[in-house]
C-alpha cells in the first residue's frame, strides 16, 4: 500500500514540475509577443547610432539612407501603436500649399493612386495639424531588433526616394505631371539639393547629397 501511495505522489509532484514548465514557457512566449516599451523603442533606435528626440510618445531623429548611389537625409519619427502590438514609422515630406490654386487635383489623385502600388503596408497620408505629408508604414512588435528597425527604416527611405516625383510638391505643376528631378549624382553635403521638408521639431530639412 505505501508503494502505491509514493507512486501517486511522485506521478502528481511530475505533473506539477511538468505543469511549471509549460506555464514559464508560455510566460516567456507571451513577454516577446509583447515586444518592445516604449523606452525600449527610443534605446533600439539609439542603438543605430542616431539621436532620436522625444516628444511625448513620439521619437524624431534624422536618418541617413543611400539609394542608387545617392546619399539622403529623412526625417523620421516612430511610435509605439496604443495597444503596443505594432510601431509607426513615419518619413515627413512636403508641406501642403497654403494656396488652393498651387495644388492640382490630379497630383493629389497620383498620392492616393500610389499607394496601390507601394506595397509591404506603406502608404501616403496628410497630417492636418502640421500640414505635411508623410510617408508611413506599421511594423508587428514582435521580437524587434535593431536590426530589423534599420532594415524597416531603409525599406521606407527608399520608397521615399523613388516616389519623390510624385510627392516633392516643387515638381507639381498646373497639369499635375511631376517633373522629373535633376542633378541625380551624389554630391558633398554643402551643396545638396534640398529634397522634402520636416515635422513641426527642430530638424534641418532632408537633403540628397
Given at each position: 500500500m505505501k508503494v502505491i501511495k509514493s507512486l501517486l505522489v511522485a506521478g502528481v509532484l511530475a505533473s506539477v514540475?511538468?505543469?511549471?514548465?509549460?506555464?514559464?514557457?508560455?510566460?516567456?512566449?507571451?513577454q516577446a509577443a509583447v515586444g518592445v516599451t516604449e523606452?525600449?523603442?527610443?534605446?533600439l533606435i539609439s542603438a543605430l547610432g542616431l539621436e532620436p528626440e522625444k516628444k511625448v510618445s513620439r521619437y524624431d531623429f534624422a536618418f541617413q539612407t543611400v539609394v542608387n548611389d545617392e546619399e539622403w537625409e529623412l526625417s523620421m519619427s516612430a511610435i509605439l501603436s496604443k495597444d503596443g502590438s505594432g510601431v509607426w514609422l513615419m518619413a515627413w515630406l512636403d508641406p501642403l500649399p497654403t494656396v488652393s490654386a498651387e495644388v492640382p487635383k490630379t497630383a493629389l489623385l497620383r498620392l492616393l493612386a500610389q499607394n496601390d502600388e507601394l506595397g509591404g503596408g506603406k502608404f501616403f497620408?496628410?497630417?492636418p495639424a502640421t500640414r505635411r505629408f508623410v510617408l508611413q508604414r506599421t511594423i508587428p512588435n514582435e521580437e524587434l531588433t535593431s536590426a530589423k528597425l534599420r532594415v524597416s527604416l531603409q525599406d521606407l527611405g527608399a520608397s521615399v526616394v523613388q516616389t519623390y516625383p510624385i510627392w516633392s510638391v516643387s515638381n507639381w505643376n498646373p497639369t499635375g505631371i511631376p517633373a522629373a528631378p535633376t542633378g541625380r549624382s551624389t554630391q558633398p553635403a554643402s551643396t545638396g539639393a534640398t529634397q522634402s521638408a520636416v515635422n513641426e521639431s527642430k530638424f534641418e530639412q532632408p537633403i540628397r547629397k
Open positions: 514540475g511538468t505543469s511549471t514548465v509549460s506555464v514559464q514557457q508560455a510566460s516567456a512566449q507571451d523606452d525600449q523603442l527610443g534605446e497620408s496628410y497630417i
